[in-house]
């Protein structure tokens, strides 16, 4: 790890920088570009599982120092119960960046994010109105712009995202380039518990049960993915192959199993090699998300 300049507002340890303001991470990030350091954003909600750190280790693989960001970002939540119920155990994320040697950890309250009279906002296109942009209106705006001022802030030359959050990655290298941004974006693979079920922060809001049920999620899409290599290749049957693994889960509730290109994210009726399966299943309040590339 670099050492750590002196422009933060606290530091939890020795060396790793806690900024609670867009000021002190750019102070930050400044010093360690003006020292001819490539620096690395991953940008999380916080919740931080082994899934995260190993963003943060690929964001060391591309860059001398790694911030963290932690932020619960309220506009890209649509309904105000999953944003109340949504964990914030910061006390706990910051122990593991610590452990993990993440360089700095930049961790603004709501009104730092978005002070009084704030009405700016960076609006995705075509993109965002499909998936998870159909079922959540307003989301991929809130990611957008929560996520451009991260990147103004933190002024990376590289961030990491995760491929769970597909269309998430898709809108925000469209916006990399889009807005001239001239930042390195990052696709790490989706980090998977040991039954399949892809690590996500909403996986600690499961009972036991529910869990145990979750399971259905990348089983579905691995129905897909086998039912293609046995040669199917109509979307239609794909789709009912992976729906029919979720609806005999009583505690799942399906809401959606598309097939789209892995570019345009528009619905396929042939699969190929550029398809993804992307799907989203409920239990009770948890809603889960899931995507593989069917080849
Ligand atoms: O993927 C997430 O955790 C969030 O959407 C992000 C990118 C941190 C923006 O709030």
Redesign the pocket.
């Known amino acids: 790890m670099a050492a750590g300049p002196t422009t933060s507002t606290a530091s939890t340890d020795t060396s790793m920088e806690l900024c609670a303001d867009p000021a002190a991470l750019t102070a930050w990030s400044d010093a360690h570009r003006v020292s001819g350091r490539r620096v690395a954003l991953v940008?999380?909600?916080g919740a931080l599982h082994s899934g995260h750190m190993a963003l943060v280790d690929e964001a060391r693989r591309h860059a001398d120092v790694v911030a963290v960001?932690i932020?619960v970002?309220p506009l890209?939540f649509n309904q105000p119960d999953d944003f109340t119920a949504y964990p914030r155990p910061i006390d706990d994320d910051l122990a593991i960046c610590g452990a993990h040697a993440v360089d700095a950890v930049y961790a603004p309250v709501a009104a730092t994010m978005y002070p009084p009279g704030f009405q700016t906002h960076v609006e995705p296109g075509t993109l965002g109105d499909v998936l998870e942009g159909a079922q959540r209106p307003g989301h991929f705006r809130?990611?957008t712009t929560?996520?451009a001022k991260?990147f103004h802030a933190a002024r990376p030359h590289v961030a990491v995202?995760?491929q769970k959050?597909f269309q998430?990655l898709a809108i925000?290298r469209r916006m990399v380039i889009d807005l001239d941004m001239g930042i390195d974006i990052v696709g790490m693979p989706t980090v998977r518990e040991a039954d399949g079920l892809a690590m996500s922060s909403r996986n600690r809001r499961l009972d036991a049960a529910q869990r145990r049920a979750a399971a259905c999620v990348p089983a579905s899409l691995d129905a897909v993915r086998a039912a293609y290599a046995m040669g199917e290749r109509r979307a239609d049957r794909l789709i009912a192959l992976g729906r029919a693994v979720v609806e005999q889960e009583l505690l799942a509730r399906f809401e959606h199993l598309e097939l789209v290109d892995a570019d345009t994210l528009q619905p396929v009726t042939v699969a190929d090699e550029h398809t993804v399966a992307v799907t989203a299943v409920w239990f009770d309040e948890v809603r889960l998300i899931d995507n593989v590339r069917v080849a």
């Open positions: 940008p999380t909600m960001s932020f970002n890209q809130g990611v929560v996520v991260l995202f995760g959050d998430q925000i």
